[in-house]
C-alpha cells in the first residue's frame, strides 16, 4: 500500500520497524517527498539515489526517537557540513510537530501540568515558600525571571524549555495568519525576559559564593559556562516560536518564510556576521582549489618546439639518428598576481570578503601583490605578509592603507593612472591581474586607457563585479567601457559564482 | 527481532559498546554507523583534524570483532597501490622455468601460458582487494581520501557502491561478505558528488563540553574529575577565540596529561598560559590564547566586542 521502496532482502529481517510503521507508511512517505522537496527548493543537491536511501534507513529508525531520525536523513540526504544549517531549520519546520513530546496542537493543556510539575518540584527543592496552588500561568513576571535565574545556574534542561515555552507563550504576542517569520517574536520575547540582567545576576551569585576573589580566567569560564546556557534558552525559545507558526500557517509556508539560502548562495554584499564566518571557512578549499588549477596548466601544458641540441645529444647513443626526437617543453612559469581592490563604502562587505581572499590567495602562490584604492592607490601586499593573523591583517588595512586622494569617494580613473605610474612596470607577461569592484565611478574620468596597456602587457586581465549583472552600466557604473579591455568580467556576488569564475581559469 | 545476519542491535546497543572500547560515541556518529551496518554503505567521515575519526573505524572494528584494513590515501596514489598489482617478477620467473623444463614440448601454447601468469597465483592484492577478498569480516578504512587526486577518487568508486573489483584478466571479483568501510576526510578539497552519493555522510566536530569531559576522563587514567571539568572548559573557551587551528581532542588529551604529570590540579591562568603550547600549535595562537585568558574582559571571538554590564563591577 505504501509507496515505500521495495526493500532488499537483507533489511526485510529488520521489519519489525516497517510493521509498526504500517499505518504511519503512506502519511510518512508523503511527509518525506514533501520534505525532500524542500530541501530541493532550499538549494541542497538531493538525488534520486540519495532520496531512495532516505527512505530505507528510516525503516531502520524508531520513529519516535527523533533525533535518531533526525540523523538517519541528515547522513542519507546532506551531504555537505556546511549545508547541515539549512537541512536543520527544514527538518524543525517538517517535523516540529512530531514526536511525544513536541507535541502541541493536540492537547495544549497537556503541557501546562508538565511545567507546574517541575515547578514544584524545584520549588521543594529549595524549600521556596511558593504555594503550591499558584500553576505556571499565575506567575508575576518576577517570578518567571526568578525561575528562569535558577534554572540558568543550575543548567536544568528540562526547566529551561519549559520556562522557554511559557516565555513565548507570555511575552511573544503572536497573532495567528500573520505572515511573519518569526524574529520579530523572538525580539519580543528576548526583550522582555532580559537576559542580560540574568547573566549579570549569575555572574555575581558566583562571585559571592567563591571563597576567594575569582582569577580572570575563572570568571571567564564561569562566564562562558552562562552564556551557553542562555544561548540553549535562546534556540529553545527559537523552537517554540517556530513550533507555534507551523501549528498556525501550516508547514509549507513556514518552510518558504524560513528558507535561508546556502552558504556558497548567500551574497557578499548582504552578508550577515554569522553568514561571514562560514564563508571565511569556505573560502581556504577554493583558494587551494585555485593555486591547484593555475599549478596544472603550468604542468600539462602542450608540447612545445622541437629542441635540436638535445635531440642531436641523444642521437649519439643510435649511432647518429636521431632516432629520440627532444621537445622544449614550456619553462613551467610561476604565476605572479596581482590584486587590485576597491574598498570604498559601497562594496565594503564585499571588500571585506575579497581582502580575506586576497590573504587566502597569498599563502598559496609565491607571488601575490595586493592593492586596495578608493580614489587613491596603495599597496597593502607587506600588511598580509607580516601576519599570521587575517582579522588583524584586514583591521590594517583598512587603517594604514593611505587609500584617500580627494574626497574618498570613488574614482576607478584616479586610482588605475596611479597604480600604472607606480607599478604599471612590474605587470609583466607572467602577471594575471584580478580587479575587483562595482565599476562606479562617480562620473569621473574612466582612463580605461590604462587597462588597455595592461592588457597588453599582462598575461590576463579578469574582473570580478560584485554587483548584479542587471545593475551593469546603471547610473554611474562604467563596467561595460572598461570590460572591452579585460579577459573576463564575472558576476560575483555568492561563493558559487567564485567557483564558477576559479573553474573558468582552466 | 534483528536477525543474527546484523552486528548490532539498535543505536543504543552501538553506542555502548563503543563506549567499552573507551569510544565516547554521540547519538549521531552511533546512528549513523547503525546505519551503515544495516544498510550495507559506507560512511564517509569528514571534521576537523584530531576529532577521532580514524579512531572511530578501529574501535568499530575493534567491538565486531573485524579485522582492520587500512588504505591510507596520498597524492600520486594509484591503481596499483590500492586495488592490485601482477607479479611480474614471479610472471617472468614462470615463463623462463616453462622454456628449461618444457625442452622442446611446444605443445603447451601461448595461450595457455598467458592464462596461467595471469592467474591468481600472480596476484599481488592491495587493501581495497583484500578487503573484498577477505573470508571474515572485514572493516575497511579509506584515511584522507582528500589527499588523492579527483582523478584516482573514480578507483573506489566500483568497490563502494557494489563492493566489487573488476580485473580485466580475471574478471570480476566480488566481495564474500560485505565490509563495513569508513572514508576520513579534513575538507582540504571537494570530494566528487559520485563519491559523496555513494556514501553516508558524517559530520565529527569538536565534542561539547559534557562529552570532552567523559573523554578526558575514559582516556587519561588517574585523572581527577575536577580537573578533567576544567580542562574541558578552558578547551571550550579557547575554541571560542577565533585560532588558527583550535585544539583537537588528541591534543586536549595531551594537555590533560601534562597537567596529570607536572601534579597540578587547579588549573590557572599562569599554568595555562606555560603549557599553551601543547594545546596550540602556532605561535600567534598562542600569544592571542595568553592575552585572551589573562584578561577577562575581552569576550570571545571579535563577535561581541561591546561591553556588558557585568564585566565593569567585578
Redesign the interface.
Known amino acids: 500500500m505504501a509507496e515505500l521502496p521495495e526493500p532488499n532482502g537483507?533489511?526485510r529481517?529488520?521489519g519489525?520497524v516497517a510493521v509498526a510503521g504500517v499505518g504511519a507508511g503512506v502519511a510518512l512517505t508523503e511527509l518525506l517527498s514533501g520534505f525532500i522537496a524542500e530541501l530541493r527548493n532550499a538549494g541542497l543537491?538531493v538525488?534520486l539515489?540519495?532520496n531512495l536511501?532516505a527512505m530505507?534507513?528510516v525503516q531502520?529508525?524508531?520513529l519516535d526517537?527523533r533525533?535518531?531520525f533526525k540523523?538517519?536523513l541528515?547522513?542519507?540526504l546532506?551531504?555537505?557540513?556546511a549545508h547541515?544549517r539549512v537541512f536543520e531549520t527544514v527538518f524543525e519546520v517538517y517535523f516540529s510537530l512530531r514526536g511525544h513530546e513536541y507535541a502541541l496542537t493536540d492537547d495544549q493543556a497537556d503541557l501546562l501540568p508538565d511545567l507546574d510539575e517541575l515547578l514544584g518540584e524545584l520549588a521543594e527543592q529549595q524549600g521556596d515558600q511558593r504555594g503550591a496552588g499558584g500553576g505556571a500561568e499565575m506567575m508575576t513576571p518576577e517570578e518567571l525571571a526568578e525561575q528562569l535565574y535558577k534554572a540558568l545556574l543550575q543548567g536544568n534542561e528540562a526547566m529551561i524549555k519549559a520556562l522557554a515555552r511559557q516565555a513565548v507563550r507570555r511575552y511573544a504576542g503572536m497573532e495567528p495568519g500573520r505572515p511573519v517569520g518569526g524574529t520579530y517574536y523572538l525580539y519580543r520575547t528576548l526583550r522582555n525576559l532580559d537576559l542580560?540582567g540574568i547573566?549579570?545576576r549569575l555572574?555575581?551569585q558566583v562571585?559571592d559564593g567563591a571563597l576567594e576573589p575569582?582569577?580572570?580566567?575563572e570568571?571567564?569560564?564561569e562566564?562562558?559556562?552562562f552564556e551557553?546556557r542562555a544561548e540553549r534558552l535562546r534556540q529553545e525559545i527559537e523552537a517554540e516560536i517556530r513550533r507555534r507558526l507551523v501549528a498556525d500557517r501550516g508547514v509549507d509556508a513556514m518552510a518558504r518564510t524560513l528558507r535561508k539560502p546556502l552558504p556558497e548562495d548567500v551574497d557578499f554584499m548582504h552578508a550577515s556576521?554569522e553568514e561571514m564566518a562560514a564563508l571565511r571557512k569556505a573560502i581556504y578549499?577554493l583558494t587551494?582549489?585555485l593555486a591547484?588549477r593555475l599549478a596544472r596548466k603550468r604542468r600539462h601544458g602542450r608540447k612545445g618546439p622541437l629542441d635540436f641540441r638535445n635531440t642531436m645529444r641523444h642521437s649519439l647513443s643510435y649511432g647518429g639518428v636521431p632516432a629520440d626526437p627532444k621537445f622544449r617543453y614550456p619553462r613551467p612559469s610561476k604565476p605572479e598576481i596581482v590584486v587590485v581592490a576597491d574598498i570604498s563604502g559601497s562594496v565594503a562587505a564585499f571588500a571585506r570578503f575579497t581582502l580575506h581572499l586576497v590573504y587566502a590567495i597569498n599563502n598559496q602562490f609565491s607571488k601575490v601583490r595586493a592593492f586596495v584604492f578608493i580614489d587613491g592607490i596603495d599597496e597593502v601586499t607587506r600588511l598580509f605578509e607580516g601576519?599570521?593573523?587575517i582579522?588583524e591583517a584586514v583591521h590594517r588595512v583598512n587603517t594604514e592603507a593611505d587609500v584617500i586622494w580627494v574626497d574618498g569617494h570613488s574614482d576607478y580613473g584616479h586610482a588605475f593612472e596611479v597604480f600604472w605610474q607606480r607599478w604599471g612596470k612590474e605587470v609583466g607577461p607572467k602577471t594575471t591581474v584580478m580587479l575587483l569592484g562595482d565599476a562606479r565611478n562617480n562620473y569621473h574620468a574612466s582612463q580605461s586607457w590604462v587597462l588597455k596597456e595592461m592588457q597588453h602587457r599582462a598575461r590576463h586581465v579578469y574582473w570580478l563585479n560584485p554587483e548584479p549583472r542587471s545593475y551593469w552600466n546603471t547610473g554611474d557604473s562604467i563596467i561595460g567601457e572598461y570590460s572591452t579591455f579585460c579577459d573576463g568580467v564575472f558576476e560575483c556576488r555568492n561563493l558559487r559564482q567564485l567557483e564558477r569564475f576559479v573553474d573558468h581559469l582552466v | 527481532m534483528a536477525s543474527s545476519a546484523f552486528r548490532f542491535e539498535s543505536v543504543p546497543a552501538v553506542r555502548e559498546s563503543l563506549r567499552k572500547v573507551d569510544y565516547l560515541a554521540d547519538e549521531g556518529i552511533a546512528g549513523v554507523v547503525y546505519l551503515a551496518e544495516r544498510l550495507g554503505k559506507p560512511v564517509l567521515i569528514e571534521g576537523p583534524a584530531g576529532t577521532g575519526k580514524t579512531q572511530l573505524a578501529k574501535s568499530v572494528a575493534d567491538i565486531t570483532g573485524a579485522r582492520l584494513i587500512r588504505l591510507q590515501c596520498y597524492e600520486g596514489l594509484d591503481e596499483s597501490k590500492a586495488l592490485y598489482e601482477w607479479n611480474y617478477k614471479k610472471q617472468l620467473l614462470r615463463i623462463q622455468a616453462e622454456r628449461n623444463d618444457g625442452s622442446g614440448d611446444a605443445s603447451r601454447s601461448w595461450a595457455e601460458i598467458e592464462d596461467d601468469i595471469f592467474s591468481e597465483e600472480f596476484l599481488l592484492t592491495r587493501p581495497l582487494l583484500e578487503a573484498i577478498r577477505a573470508d571474515e569480516p572485514v572493516v575497511l578504512l579509506i584515511d584522507e581520501v582528500d589527499r588523492v587526486e579527483v582523478e584516482t577518487e573514480a578507483l573506489l568508486l566500483e568497490i563502494l557502491s557494489d563492493y566489487q573489483v573488476s580485473i580485466p584478466e580475471l574478471g570480476t571479483v566480488t566481495a564474500n561478505q560485505i565490509p563495513l568501510v569508513f572514508l576520513t576526510s579534513n575538507n582540504t578539497r571537494e570530494l566528487s558528488e559520485a563519491l559523496k552519493r555513494r556514501c553516508l555522510f558524517l559530520h565529527v566536530d569538536y565534542p561539547d563540553l559534557e562529552r570532552e569531559r567523559e573523554i578526558v576522563l575514559a582516556k587519561v587514567p588517574g585523572i581527577t574529575d575536577n580537573l578533567a571539568e576544567q580542562v574541558a572548559r578552558i578547551v571550550r573557551s579557547l575554541r571560542q577565540l577565533e585560532l588558527k587551528k583550535p585544539p583537537s581532542v588528541s591534543e586536549t588529551l595531551d594537555w590533560a596529561r601534562t597537567l596529570l604529570l607536572l601534579g597540578i590540579e587547579r588549573v590557572d591562568a599562569a599554568t595555562a598560559t606555560s603549557t599553551a603550547n601543547i594545546l596550540l600549535k602556532y605561535q600567534s595562537d598562542i600569544a592571542k590564547a595568553a592575552k585572551e585568558l589573562e584578561q577577562s574582559d575581552a569576550v570571545g571571538g571579535e563577535a561581541a566586542t561591546a561591553a556588558k554590564p557585568w564585566q565593569r563591577n567585578g
Do not use: C, F
Open positions: 537483507a533489511d529481517t529488520a519489525a543537491p538525488s539515489t540519495e536511501d530505507q534507513a531502520h529508525i524508531p526517537d533525533e535518531a540523523y538517519a541528515g547522513a542519507t546532506v551531504k555537505n557540513a547541515w542580560d547573566l549579570d555572574m555575581q562571585r575569582l582569577s580572570p580566567l570568571e571567564r569560564l562566564r562562558d559556562e551557553m556576521r578549499p587551494r582549489k591547484v601576519t599570521e593573523d582579522a
